[in-house]
Nanobody, 125 residues
Framework: QVRLVESGGGLVQTGGSLRLSCVVS????????MAWFRQAPGKERDFVTA????????YYADSVKGRFTISRDNAKNTVYLQMNSLKPEDTAVYYC??????????????????WGQGTQVTVSS
């Protein structure tokens, strides 16, 4: 059974930084693309960033380009999200997800088949 567990969320002031981690168990981590999505209260779950299985390509939503960085350590079955220059509009529950080739091509949440439980990120103004 695949399990994804996020950590690292919290409360931070505008301009601050946080690093989220997502540990994956129960599947061959290095075979899957990984992504982060986020969901603010009353809104849809939106794509934030994704990384290919090898880590050679990354993708970002326009709203986070230049501020967020996704990376992965296949030896540790872990994907990271470094978030810098945080803004109040970044406040959301952040979810990690894994998926195959279709998922990394579409970067659509419906194409990612495994999800974590989410971690809350709150940015105060």
């Amino acid at each position: 059974q695949v399990r994804l567990v996020e950590s690292g969320g919290g409360l931070v002031q505008t301009g601050g930084s946080l690093r989220l981690s997502c540990v994956v168990s129960g599947r061959t981590f290095r075979s899957y693309a990984m992504a982060w999505f986020r969901q603010a209260p009353g809104k849809e779950r939106d794509f934030v960033t994704a990384i290919t299985w090898s880590g050679d390509r990354t993708y970002y939503a326009d709203s986070v380009k230049g501020r967020f960085t996704i990376s992965r350590d296949n030896a540790k079955n872990t994907v990271y999200l470094q978030m810098n220059s945080l803004k109040p509009e970044d406040t959301a529950v952040y979810y990690c997800a894994s998926g195959g080739r279709i998922a990394i091509a579409t970067m659509t949440k419906d194409d990612f088949n495994s999800w974590g439980q989410g971690t809350q990120v709150t940015v105060s103004s």
